[in-house]
């Protein structure tokens, strides 16, 4: 059964960087079925009717940036959500699996990822035995 699950890393975020009438939000999937972005996209257009101000973008993870771009491009957000699904062995879907290893990778990944705000919304399956690895991974 298919359980939703959000975690949201503690705000390391001053409440000023963000309000400073530029807020921007943006959204990433990682989908092998679609699920995973319609769930995005769903919270998103819910989101832009009431934040008439907040300018939001959905993102395929695939789509975002190369192996070595990431970093400056994630540079630039200051509150991102990720919506990720977790398969095989603990795996992301394809098109976050480049993103992932990177993010997941050992080299450090420097301040700016102490003041990026953001949460992770969870795909995933408890019959399986890797349940959820990817998200686990993403907030460790
Ligand atoms: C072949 C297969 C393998 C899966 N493996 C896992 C897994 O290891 N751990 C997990 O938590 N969920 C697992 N799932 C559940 C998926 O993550 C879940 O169905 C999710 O909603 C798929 O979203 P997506 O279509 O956006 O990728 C698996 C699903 C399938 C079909």
Redo the contacts with the bound molecule.
């Keep these: 059964m298919?359980e939703p699950l959000v975690i949201v890393v503690p705000n390391r975020v001053h409440k000023e960087e963000i309000d400073d009438g530029k807020k921007k939000v943006t959204v990433f999937?990682?989908?092998?079925?679609?699920?995973?972005?319609?769930?995005a996209k769903t919270p998103v257009e819910e989101a832009k009717t009431r934040y008439e101000k907040v300018v939001f973008k959905v993102i395929d993870l695939d789509d975002h940036a190369g192996d070595d771009e990431y970093e400056e491009k994630l540079k630039k957000e200051s509150l991102a959500f990720f919506?990720l699904?977790?398969?095989?062995?603990?795996?992301p879907?394809y098109n976050a699996a480049r993103f992932y290893k990177w993010f997941t990778g050992g080299d450090t990944k420097g301040e700016w990822l102490n003041k990026l705000q953001y949460g992770v919304f969870?795909?995933?399956?408890?019959?399986?035995?890797?349940?959820?690895?990817v998200t686990v991974d993403m907030t460790l």
Aim: a negative charge; glycine letters at 12%.
């Design positions: 298919l999937f990682g989908t092998q079925t679609g699920i995973a972005e319609r769930f919506f699904s977790t398969y095989g062995d603990g795996e879907a969870c795909l995933e399956n408890r019959q399986y035995e890797h349940f959820n690895m």
